[in-house]
């Protein structure tokens, strides 16, 4: 058994490349068909956790690429497939394209790209990227699956106005419809609160107030805690009139933690904290993914992210077509996981499979709370004529996804 | 005399409406209570729970019928009830996190799906020993037994394989590729067929165990019903061959199979999320557990029809019933 690898955040010093790691700890048959894919991201330096109780994550994303290279090994056993994962990880500041183009150069057409939407869509362009296969398992950016969407590119992490959408849902059935919308200063804070304005709109909920909070995440730990904060938001949130549910876009996590319980009026906190809308946490365990968390805890060490569950589905999407198929050229692969048959099992009780209009995978989104989960969505009553998954984002009527190839 | 004959004719149609009374007794785990639910097969009434150990899941009778096998998923163990005394009286071990087990038919060995492991744990009830183990697919769950005891098979839910085990060399002889998240496997009584059912794929697999190839694929469709509500899970073959169940999960019906045909006859309606389901002894009931209304049914074979919903502990998942 691997053993698992807890990498502290500070970490910057790394080699370009890193060298690609042993696919798995299980042997592959002899005759086996090798399946490269690889993995980029560049390891920002992030922040520590904003509360002791999280977990510092220095390698989200590629736990769970690489685990999903260890079940497509054990399918591989039977199947006579190999996977193996080429690790491509860009220190902070360092040049991601060009790590791409080296990627791209030793032959790799399934790239797994675990970063932000302007460095996905510099890779995506790249003109020798128009024959490959990238996964988008990080960006939520409602843009990259509508006026920036690309031909090259599949979504397997949920999008702003999937979450938003699904915690919607939830809120309409709850009817709290009224909402008091705060919003931080940051460029993601404000992507997240455009989708939540539109499912206000989608699903007739009504915003009786918005402000902006501002407050740029500062030092983490200070010894003081909560004696300036016990003040400041009671103030901030005073005066609202009458509304049933606090919403917050805090991407950024500097403030929105702080809300709960400190409201002037009492009232529950919702969207970036409190309950939140996700691809995963660590308390699902409906739909046998027990054993999927015991599974990743067990070889990486930590919880599983949305970013670690969003890379396994899009490593797992390949296993599926390669399986199914039996064919592991680009060609076939891509053709089956964008066709009628594919479908991706993740344990979240349906099977998933991509939009053909914006490439997105569609999926269950999950409310949790901290310790448990609260509910999934979509919620029960919201109808569709094809599939009920596609109440949850951009549907195909509404899309402004163009589907082109990068620039020759 | 006359009247006498009438009066008799009258008690015969009277017997004849009413549904005959069984004598068997049914058990039921409960998978969120950590109990078992002991059913009156003639009353059809709930006689006692029993407390068992944590996340009671698979149960399965002993070939002799005096004892109850049960997979203690989180204490990672296999208890023993004793049918007579009634209680627990000892255990078996079971690789960790077993989730569904299968007794060969000559009752000894009782092969156990290790669901956090990969692996398949080989156990001899008699000794109360481990005889090996066998690694599998990615999260193995559905077990299957040919009825000369020589092939077992054994379902991995996220490989989606069904992986033919050969019981002397405990080596995987084959491996067939099903739909997505297969989780049981059963052959027929002639062990010419085994049946796959695939939860997230929607399908069931009948497979030639011959040539191992998958002769039909099974699919269903429900009016007014959700295609990703139809979820199969359990499924079980009447010995005559003639008919086949399978337990939908939350499409909350039973599919009744024309098993020559291979063609579904109806859907049965039962309780919320049904997975597992047991027949009695002579094959005239059908018990199925439905785990999100926390009750059993009963159905009645011969007519087809669902006779009684029985409440029972919290989120049941198997039955076994007892002669």
Known sequence: MRKPQIRRVGLLVMTLFATALPAAAQNAPADAVTIPIAYITERVKELPPFSLVDQPTGDNGLMGARLGIDDNNTTGKFTKQNFTLDEAVVPDGGDVVGAFRGLLAKGHKFIVADLPAAQLLAIADVPEAKDTLIFNVQAKDDALRGEQCRANVLHTMPNYAMLADGLAQYLMWKRWANWFLVVGTGEEDKKFAAALRRAAERFSATIVEEREFDAAPGARRTDTGYAQIQKQMPTFTQGVGDYDVLVVSDERDAFGEYLQYRTWDARPVVGTQGLVPLAWHRSQEQWGATQMQNRFTKFAGRWMTERDYAAWLAVRSISEATTRTNKTDYASVNAYIRGPEFGVAGFKGQKLTFRDWDGQLRQPVLLAGARTLVSVSPQEGFLHQFSELDTLGFDRPETTCKLRAPAQ | MRAGVMLAAAALIAVGVAHPAVAETIYVTNEKDNTITVVDGATLEVTKTIPVGQRPRGITISKDNTRLFICASDDDTIQVFDIAKQEIVGTLPSGPDPEQFILS??????????????????????????????????????????????????????????????????????????????????????????????????????????????????????????????????????????????????????????????????????????????????ESRLYTTNGNSNDISVIDVANLEVIKSIAVGNQPWGVAVAP
């Open chain 2, 105 to 282: 038919p000559a009752g000894n060995p009782l092969y156990i799906a290790n669901e956090d492991d990969n692996m398949v744990t080989v156990v001899d009830v008699d000794s109360g020993e481990k005889v090996t183990e066998i690694p599998v697919g990615v999260e193995p769950e559905g077990m299957g037994i040919s009825p000369d005891g020589k092939i077992l098979v054994n379902t991995s839910e996220t490989t989606n394989m069904a992986h033919f085990i050969d019981t002397e060399s405990h080596e995987i002889v084959d491996n067939v590729l099903v739909d997505s998240r297969p989780r049981f496997a059963e052959f027929t009584a002639d062990g010419k067929q085994l049946w796959v059912t695939s939860e997230i794929g929607g399908t069931v697999s009948v497979i030639d165990t011959a040539t191992r190839k998958i002769i039909k694929k099974i699919g269903f469709e429900v009016q007014g019903l959700n295609a990703e509500a139809i979820q199969p899970v359990g499924v079980r073959v009447t010995r005559d061959g003639k008919l086949a169940f399978v337990a939908m999960g939350p499409a909350n019906r039973v599919a009744v199979i024309d098993a020559q045909a291979l063609e579904v006859k109806d859907y049965l309606l039962v309780g919320q999320r049904v997975w597992q389901m047991t027949f009695n002894a002579d």
